[in-house]
């Protein structure tokens, strides 16, 4: 369970229990339920982590929506896009062992993630990591009712494949950023988990 968990979720349950005292009994039932929802969508649970260093795994999970090759600062790669849907698991964490080069947060729109403008104009935080293998660079993007994209590392802090590293509120979208010699390992419509599906491998 991720810590926000708790300041998000048990004003509803309280305030939902106390609905009970004079009877109100609909409105009780609808914020305890609202509780314990948000209770699940905090939830981190245990993950398989490979520990081949060849591997890349998805920073998130979700379904793959999206594959292409494009141009990431004059540079050419492979970006695979993520969907979350408001009942996938909304942490995320490193594709690859290695240091966090930057975290850039960038304002912006909140158009629904699974549109391609919401690559570029969303709100989002863009992690640049530098690996042994390679540069890797993924965003946490913001969707339609996701309103905050949360980052829990810094520049120059390194971190392991699998680790956590931030969290995305209710609904949104990853994007990664793969250098060239990486071979995508996953295809458009499969479903991934978090730190356990391989995404890619290096070449």
Not at 43 to 58: A, E, G, K
Not at 192 to 202: D, I, T, Y
Request: charged share 20%; net charge positive; hydrophobic share 50%.
């Amino acid at each position: 369970m991720v810590k926000d968990a708790y300041k998000f979720a048990l004003p509803p349950l309280l305030v939902g229990a106390l609905c009970f005292i004079p009877g109100w009994k609909w409105p009780g039932g609808l914020l305890i339920f609202l509780g314990l929802f948000v209770f699940y969508f905090f939830r981190n649970p245990q993950r398989q982590i490979p520990t081949d260093p060849q591997l890349i795994v998805s920073p998130a999970d979700g379904h793959i929506v999206e594959i292409v090759d494009e141009m990431l600062d004059s540079v050419m790669g492979h970006r695979v896009t993520i969907f979350l849907a408001v009942w996938d698991v909304h942490v995320q964490r490193a594709p690859a062992a290695g240091r966090i080069a930057d975290v850039v947060y960038r304002p912006g729109k909140f158009y629904a993630a699974f549109r391609a403008a919401a690559s570029v104009e969303n709100e989002q935080n863009i992690i640049y990591l530098h690996t042994t293998r390679g540069n890797i660079v993924f965003k946490q993007i913001a969707g339609a009712i996701a309103r905050r994209v949360i980052c829990w590392k810094e520049e120059g802090e390194t971190v392991a494949l699998g680790e956590l590293i931030g969290l995305i509120r209710f609904g949104s979208r990853v994007d990664v950023w793969l250098p060239l010699n990486t071979a995508v390992a996953v295809k458009r419509g499969e479903k991934v988990k978090g730190g356990e599906s391989v995404l890619a491998r290096w070449n």
